[in-house]
């Protein structure tokens, strides 16, 4: 391995570039690389920001307040603030087809890992069966990603569905209606496990205690707009130390289009137009190494395999999570004060076993502490005067459950090139379609989920359950999946693109299956299995 | 969200009442020129004439505004009257020195609180009667004015 191309700068091309600088390589990093904003006032609170910005609505809303919900606009729970719209920005001229999904895409530094929650999950044999190969395989390089990017974790009742076998940390200290929730689980253990409902403590990429130059959380509250230290993990802390090493260029403001070949197919390195301005520019490589997200992945092969071939192909198998949003009360919680100055994702997690439908649901649950409350008074059905006295009242025992759901390659799911004036000559069709039955398996866990809410002591009100629609969990995969099979449009176990010696897929797109649980620290830890391969 | 003109006197007269009536406060003039450059993200399609009427009903005062959010919110959740709040509550719950007190937890004795919102909830139940009474024939009549038009 000597010259390596690769393009994007998210978890998967950030840990993949790390992992070969370490074994020698050179490396070159191609990308859009739209930069996150700097932070506001990096040491303020999420009420000290409002206090203490000149304009506090520019911050919170946008410049032109575009960061409002109003009536109608189908809003999540909790959506993406003004400060992340870095995020999902796309280059002019990007206009995918899209039809019965709505992915979002990311063109930024550190892609859409810009904008998660941090949840960091290990997948077992269970969610590896049917990869080509196993949770060993995988097991020595989360270590390495844990040991990079700090997660939480502790010994609880989600251990044989979340292993601890990474170096952890410990998990932070529990908000009060977390708390209680959980010692409310530990007195109904029985009979909620009896019934497939296990819960613990999310793991997560946040810290709790320093690593390197990053801080242990100072529970600023914030996370949602963005962790102003980086305690929240963000793919620009791992840029920073692949920049370090002597063999490592970065370019930003560049979107490959292409891989460019020889004449006898092999790769030779990568075409891109530069962002903004069109202008074409080509990098050479040994290795070129696709890293981009499933969906641009996909799209930089496609337009190879055209450019070669002179043929449009289809590529089945788009996966993505299903997720449902349930709000729930926690009457207890009620008369209770609540920080903003805390941690603001996820404490717990939970794990559904659902033999009958042979899978396993994941879930995490947000305690509601800083937060936008327009959105959610949207949702009451009184006036906002009212609605404001009855979210002061409940506002403590508030949270939200958020159900995830695994998914399986299908060909009707599919992605392919359709001619356009665009900068490429193409755009993308992206055409996503449920599997027959799922919206109920998904209505009987979510049933489920709720009787185990209430044994928790809490109230699920009838109603105001979203499901999420598809593409909102970012988790897209499976459009050029690992296998042993020697079928087109495929990947071998080590991540190289079949008809090609040197174009590697090491994100999303290479996994021939979707476990509920979310997918980044797998998709890092995979990429640093194939960096350790080549 | 920052200005450099006055307000038009209707979106001050607007954004005064819904100040009020949300918080109980006069808006500062930061406030006010965030109200009214809020309004460049306003939705604008599917305005209907009763909105007008509603949000005329709004500007005469706490009273008014009191009876057209109850009534839109169950008759016409997508009224002018209603993204005009909405934008007012985004813009009141980030803002000094109202955010504190919008976002706040009530707390105590939770029997107490839950008397609290039963004695709030008759209340909302009145006010939506009477609302319902005032508005109703009047959103049916330029319903029904609107589709003779046509």
Not at chain 1, 168 to 192: C, K, V, W
Not at chain 1, 277 to 299: I, P, Q
Not at chain 1, 459 to 472: D, E, H, K, N, Y
Not at chain 2, 120 to 145: D, E, K, N, R
Request: net charge neutral.
């Amino acid at each position: 391995m000597s010259r390596v191309v690769v393009v994007g700068s998210g978890p998967s091309a950030v840990h993949f570039a790390l992992t070969a600088l370490e074994r020698g390589a050179t490396v070159a990093m191609i990308d859009v690389g739209y930069p996150a904003p700097d932070p506001a006032l990096p040491d303020v609170d999420f009420n000290g920001l409002k206090e203490r910005l000149d304009d506090p609505a520019a911050y919170f809303l946008g410049e032109r307040g575009e960061g409002v919900v109003y009536p109608g606009d189908a809003a999540s729970y909790y959506g993406h603030p003004p400060t992340k719209d870095y995020v999902f920005r796309t280059p002019t001229g990007f206009s995918p087809e899209l039809s019965g999904m709505q992915p979002v895409f990311s063109f930024a530094r550190g892609g859409l890992a810009g904008a998660w929650t941090a949840g960091s999950y290990v997948w077992t044999d269970d969610d590896l069966e049917r990869f080509p190969f196993d949770h060993t395989a995988l097991q020595p390089h989360y270590d390495t990603v844990a040991r990079r990017i700090g997660v939480t974790g502790a010994p609880d009742d989600l251990e044989p569905f979340l292993p601890l076998d990474y170096s952890s940390q410990p998990p932070a200290a529990l908000d009060e209606h977390s708390s209680l929730l959980m010692d409310r689980y530990a007195t109904r253990r029985a009979g909620l496990t009896g019934s497939g409902f296990f819960l613990g403590r999310s793991r997560v990429a946040t810290l709790t205690q320093p690593l390197g130059t990053r801080p242990a959380c100072s529970n600023l509250g914030r996370c949602l707009w963005g962790c102003p230290t980086r305690s929240l993990y963000h793919p620009a802390v791992t840029l920073a130390q692949c920049l370090e090493h002597d063999g490592f260029s970065y370019h930003p403001g560049r979107y490959v289009t292409h891989v460019e070949l020889d004449e006898r197919g092999r790769v030779t390195g990568v075409g891109a137009n530069e962002v903004p301005g069109g202008g074409a520019t080509r990098f050479e490589g040994d290795t070129v190494v696709l890293a981009a997200g499933a969906l641009n992945s996909s799209k930089i092969y496609l337009e190879s395999l055209f450019r070669q071939r002179g043929e449009r192909v289809t590529l089945g198998g788009l996966m993505d999570n299903r997720q449902v949003h349930v709000p729930f009360l926690t009457p207890a919680m009620i008369g209770q004060d609540v920080s903003p100055a805390s941690y603001q994702f996820h404490h717990l997690a939970f794990g559904l076993v659902r033999p009958e439908a042979r899978e396993y649901v994941h879930g995490q649950i947000t305690t509601l502490k800083a937060a936008s409350i327009h959105p959610i008074l949207l949702g009451l059905p009184v006036g906002y005067r009212m609605a404001l006295a009855v979210l002061q009242t409940l506002r403590a025992g508030l949270g939200v459950a958020n159900v995830n759901f695994h998914d399986e390659r299908r060909e009707e799911s599919h992605v392919t090139l359709v001619p356009d004036d665009g900068p490429t000559g193409h755009r993308l069709v992206i055409n996503y379609v449920e599997a027959p039955g799922s919206a109920r398996r998904q209505d009987a866990a979510v049933t489920e989920v709720k009787r185990a809410l209430r044994a928790l002591g809490s109230v699920v009100p009838p109603g105001m359950s979203r499901i999420l629609p598809m593409g909102t969990s970012a988790h897209y995969a499976g459009t050029l999946p690992m296998t042993h099979r020697e079928d087109e449009h495929t990947c071998t176990p080590e991540g190289r693109v079949r008809g090609f010696d040197n174009l590697y897929v090491v994100d999303g797109a290479g996994f021939p299956f979707l476990p509920a649980k979310n997918l980044t620290l797998s998709l890092m830890a995979n990429a640093t299995r194939i960096a350790d391969t080549l | 969200m920052t200005a450099s003109v006055d307000p038009d006197p209707r979106l001050q007269q607007e954004c005064s009442v819904f100040t009020r009536y949300l918080t109980g406060r006069s808006p500062t003039p930061y406030v006010l020129r965030t109200y009214r450059d809020g309004h460049q993200s306003l939705p604008s399609a599917g305005i209907q004439p009763f909105d007008r009427i509603a949000l005329a009903l709004c500007r005469r005062g706490v009273a008014g505004a009191t009876l057209a959010d109850a009534y839109t919110r169950w008759f016409r959740p997508a009224s002018l009257v209603r993204l005009k709040l909405t934008l007012m509550l985004a813009i009141l719950e980030n803002t000094p020195p109202f955010h504190a007190a919008m976002t706040r937890c009530r707390t105590g004795a939770r029997i107490l609180l839950a008397l609290q919102l039963v004695v709030l909830g008759v209340w909302y139940g009145i006010t939506l009667v009477a609302a319902a009474l005032l508005l109703g024939p009047l959103h049916l009549a330029t319903s029904l004015g609107k589709r003779a038009g046509r």
